[in-house]
């Protein structure tokens, strides 16, 4: 991918991204991709610079909820499948999951423990939003645990300053736009 490639997308979803105050909390700037997502060039723009960050990959992994929309773009522009790495409780037993630390509480991640082949897989994470890393680093445990190889995580944004890349070092990271 060309810098002006990068330059073009990042304005793209600069465009495209709606920051609304105080949301979900007094304080908070909310970056709403909704309007990227709801923008055939904005979207088609987003998934094949992702898909070019993820090449190599046989399997992309789509995290809760965002993720799936930005993952099966990917997915289909790499010609893999795409696998909903969703939160807790969403899925009928059995699962494999993961639990992890946030700065109010706890989460959970998982996938279904049957029926999906992931172990020798090379699995790219996908994502809207890079902040603290921690759903990232959860999912790249949860699918080393179940035997993949998580090559690289891909996200649309990054909020700088949150320790996100810190959080998955030294898995390589990729960010259509950090602000």
Known sequence: MDAGTVTAVSDLVAA??????????????????????????GLAAVAE?????????????????????VGAAVATRLGTGVLAVRKGGKLPPPVRSEAYSLEYGTATLEIPAD??????????????????????AAAKRLLEHAG??????????ELAG???????????????RCC
Do not use: M, N, W, Y
């Open 16 to 41: 495209l991204t709606r920051e609304v105050p105080d949301f979900p909390a007094p304080g908070i700037q909310f970056k709403d991709l909704t309007p990227l997502f709801a923008d055939a060039r």
């Open 49 to 69: 610079a992702l898909a070019e960050a993820a090449a190599g990959a046989d399997l992309v992994a789509g995290l809760d909820a965002r993720g799936f929309l």
């Open 115 to 136: 029926g999906i082949a992931v172990a020798g897989r090379r699995v790219v994470l996908v994502d809207d939003v890079l902040a603290t890393g921690g759903t990232l």
């Open 148 to 157: 993949a190889t998580v090559t690289a995580a891909a996200v649309v944004l």
């Open 162 to 176: 949150l320790g996100g890349r810190d959080a998955v070092a030294p898995l390589p990271v990729h960010s259509l």
